[in-house]
């Protein structure tokens, strides 16, 4: 019974396993990639801390009796880490600092009355940040929860006006009350910083977006980001589907991508799935038809009248099949079915048709990343066409191959490079694009691996993003 149960349990983990849904995009942010980060995070969270405010201070002590009000930080000194907490998020820590105040006084002692401002530095200011990572069910990454501890060591206070040095006796008093007060203002500020700010910018993410009139694109994590000491790893569905028919959408077959580098600041990596997902979608959007007209004479020679075939050409090309994508480590390929109809162009009369052929191609395809769009390049690099009709009319076509591709490449290719240099966004925030990337091919998936740029600060991005206006460069 004990072995049943146990070859019972190995066979639901590996049905599990199975049905798990291989990514067609990942990410990984590297260490490099965090210390990058450092910064800009230093100084986000510089200015957070820069806008707390503290209510008015009101009491007696003895004869004395105190208002301390308008209370300012004027200057942060933060030495301060940003690194990978392993299996939870990010750990954001400040050691040893310090933060200085300023805030005027008022003190009746007896008939004595005096106000002015009092200069304060909380010393030994140790703060402790753990943002918690993970998917929401839109399918986003989000900062789900925030923990946080801090703490002040101690803190002085300078006074200055015509009683400053009798009351610096009182200074013990007051410091203790302000300590207390700005350590509890501390983690509030932080947890709204990560739980409200940065969520905001990390909606600037696209999840489910349209990319044109045709299709649309899918980056919903498919599960929590898996964190270790060295790296982010994020797995992305990267589907594109059909905007006329969202639930009509490949099936990916296509392999894992494993992404086993870390010497660089980030890497992509999209399988065969996410080109195939985008060459189906656009098939069934009906964008793989188009009509090419070409001055070329034609030297087809069978049995058509010899006064037509010093006309121009006509093709009519429309695609039977979805386009299919290779990936190996030499590069990557395009493969293409099409019927084609070749039809001369009198002047003043009806097109006559030709032929009607089909023709297999296969494009080369480069990949190139500029900001944080994805575009492709392709070449022709094989064409053949076969008839529809016979073997003795396809032996017929030989020559009319090299006029048909010459009129692919000169119209029909630069069309669609054209439309693919546009590119497609990968799932990063606003702000943020690759540089110095490199592309490397392997067998079933590419890996891009590349630095990164902050084209603005943090704080901008948000604010950009409250205000309801969008990044101009994606």
Known sequence: MGLLQVSVIFLLS?????????????????????????????????????????????????????????VKITELNLTSDLRFQPDVGLLFEVQNSS???????????????DEGAINASAEGVDIFTVLHLSKDKEGRLKISNVSCNA?????????????????????????????????????????????VLVNQLLETIPVRAEVDSYVGIDYSLLNDPVVTETSLDMD????????????????????????????????????????????FSYFKGGLFQMQIANERKSNYSMSQQPSILCHPLSLELEVTSPPRSTIKTSGASVAVNCNLKVLVLPPGKP?????????????????????KRLAIHLDLRRFKIFSNQSALESLALIPLQGPLKTMLQISVVPLINNYTK????IPLPDGIDFIEEVVEYHNGYIIVGANLHFRTGLREIIERKLSGETDNSI
């Open 14 to 70: 590996l049905i599990t396993m199975t049905l798990a849904e291989p990514p067609g995009c990942k990410i990984r942010i590297t260490d490099r990639g965090l210390e990058m980060l450092k910064a800009e995070t230093k100084r986000f969270v510089e200015e957070e801390l820069s806008n707390i405010t503290m209510p008015e201070m009101r009491g007696e002590e003895g004869r004395f009796q105190y208002t301390i009000k308008d």
């Open 99 to 113: 933060i200085t105040l300023n805030f005027q006084r008022r003190i009746l002692y007896w008939l004595f009355y």
């Open 151 to 195: 703490s002040i060591a101690k803190m002085r206070a300078r006074f200055s006006g015509t009683l400053g040095r009798v009351y610096d006796f009182i200074g013990a008093f007051l410091t203790t009350g302000m300590r207390f007060v700005l350590n509890k203002q501390i983690c509030p500020a932080l947890n709204h910083a990560a739980l």
């Open 236 to 279: 992305f569905r990267g589907m594109f589907y059909d905007l006329k028919n969202e639930n009509e959408t490949l099936v990916n077959y296509a392999v894992n991508p494993i992404v086993r580098e870390y010497d660089r600041m980030i890497y992509l990596a999209l399988s065969e799935f996410f080109f195939d997902s985008g060459l």
């Open 351 to 371: 097109a006559v048709q030709l032929s009607s052929m089909t023709m297999v191609g296969k494009f080369n395809a480069k990949v190139s990343m500029k900001g």
């Open 422 to 425: 546009r590119g497609v966004q």
